[in-house]
């Protein structure tokens, strides 16, 4: 998201750079930057205009220490204000009543169906619960199908009643995660605009009836300046307890996230960021801060590859590729974890300074990895712990096996050497990680 | 001819212009009330045209999602003009913004919201967009609105991507009356195939093609969308006659790289609006016709399936500004 800023930033503060303090003349050309930045991402005209002055007013009361150049202090003014604008602290799901009722509401089309089904994952995954999914959403076409679609591929159990009254189907939906020992219920409402006053009731009536731990609103982030409304709007009917934004991966600079908290004091909890029902992260302020500012966000990046590679497994593969033990067969292995992560360039742009490398536009074609695994199946185990002993007929057989070229197989041969010369070096400490 | 008796003229229109123009007035409501009372307001708290003046017309464009980038040429270009022509009055500079804000729009052409429909045989529109647009629904409110015109419609679910996608777009197709062909977790182009083939055989005048919503960076799906291109084209010769851009009103000013990635793909022939019944203002079609030249074909107005009606700039700009003729 928003790496935009990031990068108009750095060519701004080049002026404040040269000079020794920070003056009004000198961060006039970052003030604006910022402020084209945060209006191009979508954030809430009223918010850009405090933030800009708040920056502003800081910046040209801060004073200069030795240890910080007046460009640093600039970005470190810029960062305190992003952190307090997207709230400081993690906001935590409730937990506290068992069972935990969970609703979630939002317009149609934000995702709500979607998220449900990660949100269950979640907490099946990440914090050992047992959930259940309950459909009320009764309006939109095969909504009910969709919800069961997505529980079947989690096999998480669905409650559902077809078309009936949500108040009905939530009060037996308690009942059976009660007998059936549910931690959590999961209930996926219709969606709705925030000025349809019948189906804003049939909210405020679920509202009252069950009074949810959570009423979370599922906001797309490439939502517009109507945003508050819509977020005012929810909130004055339900009380929401928070926030996931949705749809943060792609190109969305999810602006929207920076005007949440600061217009309404609704925390952000969630963000969904990829199409995968793994792809659902809690939101954490100062990682979205400098994350923001291309600072990187390798805390997410450790979130991520956790739960996925053990850590018993990535010490020993480490082990191996410093002993430069490190073989096609443990090549193979990594690159299993690593599809395991979803799409790289996901992980690619949590990078510190992705962007400046060039590296958040990047594309890895899946079909390119496919084939390399492909390549490395086609060998025999003892091809891929010598890989030395590969050549030209059995280079043919393998090309055939993948169905690939030979070029192809010289190509992953090479790149693989050089890849062995590279963790040589670094265990040599002639070359340093890029973090 | 300026744009206040282009207004005054739409009033005089025929009934049944005047019924579409109700429509949208309907729809426009929410969105009207909004901008026009604030626009209003503003004439009414500087009479004199000032520095604060322009701040907080930027500030209401800017709010109406117009695009950053069309409102700040548009209030240099009004800037200029207020220097240049001497204006004073806001109330007179309310009816110069109203003429321009309609200028960017109709600026360079290409404004036709008619279909383009095939010579003979059947007519193919292929609908795209990113997750969550309406693109289902919307097909839906299309095959209707033809098939009320004596028109034989065909959808096809070739969203197999989306969980309950197909069925969705299959209980529409119970409900409008039409014929359907899909089928969930295939490829696309296969169904795709399959309904065209379906369609020549049938008698088919409107086949309509869902399409998974993609985001429009993901290379692989973009690749999909040209194999289905592929396809189309194989089967009728210089189809699909359209290709749909969905876009929710909603969105901000990621609307305007939605709508340039797709131009870039694929061969976008005009955009959908949709939910511009919320309070949205969909001000962002103005900078994507600015910028990427596309016209709007035709806007959501509501959940109804009769809710949707060709696009006219005119009775937009008329939905969001009667109050102030």
Not at chain 2, 56 to 71: F, H, R
Not at chain 2, 99 to 124: H, M, Q, R
Request: proline share 3%; net charge neutral; aromatic share 6%.
């Amino acid at each position: 998201m928003f790496e935009y800023l990031g990068d108009r930033l750095s060519k701004a503060i080049q002026n404040i750079k040269k000079m020794g303090r920070i003056t009004e003349d000198n961060i006039q050309d970052a003030m604006r930057e910022i402020r084209m930045a945060l209006l191009e991402a979508d954030v809430n005209y009223q918010v850009v205009k405090e933030f800009v002055n708040k920056v502003k007013e800081k910046a040209l009361g801060a004073e200069v220490s030795k240890s910080l150049r007046p460009d640093e202090l600039f970005i470190k003014i810029v960062k305190d204000e992003l952190i307090d604008l997207l709230g400081n602290d993690q906001s935590q799901l409730e937990t506290s009543k068992n069972p935990t009722l969970l609703m979630l509401v939002g317009l149609q089309g934000s995702g709500k169906t979607t998220t449900a089904g990660k949100l269950a994952n979640y907490l099946r995954k990440k914090k050992s619960k047992k959930p259940l999914l309950v459909a009320c959403d009764i309006y939109r076409p095969a909504a009910i199908s969709q919800l069961k679609d997505i529980g079947s591929s989690l096999n998480i159990p669905v409650y559902e009643e077809g078309i009936k009254d949500p108040l009905d189907i939530i009060k037996n939906a308690l009942e059976y995660a009660k007998t059936n020992q549910y931690d959590y219920i999961i209930i996926d409402t219709a969606g709705r605009l925030h000025i349809d006053e019948q189906l804003m009731n049939e909210l405020k009536n679920i509202a009252t009836t069950y009074n949810p731990s959570e009423i979370l609103l599922v906001l797309d982030a490439m939502m517009g300046q109507d945003a508050i409304n819509v977020i005012n709007g929810f909130n004055e009917a339900l009380n929401l307890t928070g926030c996931i934004l949705t749809k943060l991966d792609g190109n969305t600079k999810g602006g929207v996230a920076l005007s949440v908290r600061y217009l309404t004091n609704v925390p952000i909890k969630f963000v969904g960021d990829g199409e995968k029902l793994d792809n659902l992260s809690e939101f954490y302020p100062v990682r979205m801060a400098e994350r923001i500012l291309d600072m990187g966000d390798i805390m997410g990046i450790a979130e991520k590859v956790e739960g996925i590679i053990s850590e018993e497994e990535a010490i020993n593969q480490t082990k191996r590729m410093q002993s430069g033990k490190f073989d096609l067969e443990d090549f193979l292995q990594t690159f299993k974890q690593i599809k395991k992560l979803g799409p790289l360039e996901n992980i690619i742009k949590l990078l510190p300074q992705a962007r400046k490398m060039g590296l958040n536009d990047i594309h890895i074609d899946p079909k390119q990895m496919a084939h390399i695994e492909a390549i490395i199946l086609s060998m025999t185990p003892y091809e891929r712990r010598h890989p030395e002993i590969l050549k030209a007929s059995r280079k043919q057989r393998i090309a055939k096996g993948s169905g690939r070229s030979v070029e192809e197989v010289n190509r992953l041969l090479n790149q693989f050497e050089e890849m062995k010369k590279m963790m040589k070096m670094m265990k040599n400490g002639q070359m340093k990680l890029p973090f | 001819m300026g744009l206040f008796n282009k207004l005054k003229n739409i009033i005089k229109k025929t009934d049944e212009e005047k019924e579409q123009l109700n429509l949208y007035d309907k729809g426009l409501e929410k969105t009207r009330k909004e901008f026009v009372s604030k626009l209003n307001l503003l004439g009414i708290k500087y009479t004199k045209i000032s520095e604060q003046y322009f701040e907080e017309l930027e500030n209401l464009l800017i709010m109406a999602d117009i695009g950053v980038n069309t409102v700040f040429d548009f209030m240099e270009k009004l800037r200029n003009r207020v220097k240049k022509e001497n204006i004073s009055d806001t109330k007179y500079l309310t009816e110069v913004i109203i003429d321009e804000l309609f200028i960017i729009y109709v600026d360079e052409g290409n404004l036709t919201d008619k279909l383009n429909e095939a010579p003979s045989g059947p007519t193919i529109i292929l609908m795209v967009g990113v997750n969550g647009v309406g693109k289902t629904t919307t097909i839906a409110k299309l095959a209707y609105k033809y098939k009320n015109l004596g028109k034989k419609v065909l959808m096809i679910g070739a969203d197999t991507f989306r969980a309950g996608a197909v069925a969705q777009l299959k209980l529409w197709s119970e409900k409008v009356g039409c014929d359907f062909i899909g089928k969930e977790k295939t490829d696309p182009s296969g169904v795709i195939y399959d309904g065209l083939e379906y369609a020549l055989k049938n008698d088919i005048d409107l086949v309509l093609i869902d399409t998974a919503g993609r985001l429009q960076n993901k290379v692989n799906l973009m690749n999909e969308l040209e194999k289905m291109n592929r396809v189309i084209g194989k089967i009728i010769p210089n189809a699909p006659h359209e290709t749909l851009l969905v876009i929710d009103a909603t969105t901000g000013q990621n609307a305007i790289m939605q709508a340039e990635a797709f131009k870039n793909i694929t061969n976008i022939t005009g955009i959908v609006l949709t939910k511009l019944d919320g309070t949205a203002k969909g001000g962002i079609v103005l900078a994507i016709k600015q910028s990427v030249k596309l016209p709007v074909k035709f806007v959501g107005l509501g959940e109804g399936i009769e809710d949707l009606q060709p696009f006219d700039i005119e009775s937009y700009i008329y939905g969001l500004f009667k109050d102030m003729v």
